[in-house]
């Protein structure tokens, strides 16, 4: 299930199951977006993107899925495994070649 | 190579201290970029480099100062700095050329003010 933490929204599954991570961007006039994978310790990894003119976009075991009516993003792992444990972030551009970062998603995967 | 490397990885510094974070990058990028973290927070952009020039400064205080010696290098020099600047500082580079696309983010700083 999801709950909210004192900090970080945290995502708890079981491996195998497929996950969902949301994110709710807000400025209307954004174009791209994308998900990073922060693990700990690291720098944030790229995972996915996807321009305004798209609604999905499907990568290894990742899906994007873009609502520009309701300004929401997912981000959709299938088979999820324990190193997919992290930190997921959301992102848009904001404008000068620019990202905005969302406020981010942990993830937990249990075996 | 699609690698943005940093260093130091850890660094401790006193407030009195000058000290100089290092970033590189080999894919031809003319975009870089300085963000800081907290933890459990997402990064905050500070500075981005565009073809060499500053083209943008997130309003940081002029304790932290930029250089950009060639397209491949960032440096970000620090002085004066305060505990409540230990952070992680993260250097990332883009193609930078016309839309926004992709930054490759490098593995980070970890800096302590003490």
């Known amino acids: 299930g999801e709950s909210v933490g004192l900090h970080l929204p945290t995502l708890s599954v079981q491996e195998g199951d497929n996950s969902i991570i949301n994110c709710a961007y807000s400025?209307?006039?954004?174009?791209?977006f994308i998900w990073y994978k922060q693990e700990s310790g690291k720098g944030p990894q790229f995972i996915i993107d996807?321009?305004?003119?798209?609604d999905k976009r499907q990568g290894q075991r990742v899906t994007v899925l873009l609502n520009k009516t309701v300004k929401h993003l997912s981000l959709q792992i299938a088979a999820t495994q324990p190193g997919d444990s992290a930190v997921y972030f959301c992102?848009?551009?904001?404008?000068?070649?620019?990202?905005?970062f969302g406020k981010g998603t942990m993830l937990l995967v249990s075996p | 190579d699609t690698e943005v490397t940093q260093t130091p990885k850890h660094l401790v510094m006193g407030m009195t201290n000058k000290k100089s974070l290092k970033c590189e990058q080999h894919?031809?990028?003319?975009?870089m970029y300085w963000y800081k973290q907290k933890a459990k927070k997402p990064p905050e952009l500070m500075f981005v480099?565009?073809?060499?020039?500053?083209?943008i400064n997130e309003s940081v205080p002029s304790r932290f100062s930029p250089e950009c010696p060639n397209s491949s290098l960032l440096n970000l020099h620090l002085h004066a700095l305060q505990p409540e600047d230990s952070a992680l500082y993260l250097c990332?580079?883009?193609?930078?050329?016309?839309?926004?696309?992709?930054?490759?983010f490098g593995p980070g700083t970890r800096l302590t003010v003490t």
């Open positions: 894919m031809g990028h003319r975009a």
């Open positions: 400025n209307s006039a954004s174009d791209y």
């Open positions: 992102a848009e551009n904001s404008g000068y070649s620019t990202l905005t």
């Open positions: 996807i321009r305004s003119n798209m």
């Open positions: 480099y565009s073809y060499e020039k500053l083209s």
């Open positions: 990332a580079s883009s193609h930078g050329q016309g839309t926004v696309d992709e930054q490759y």
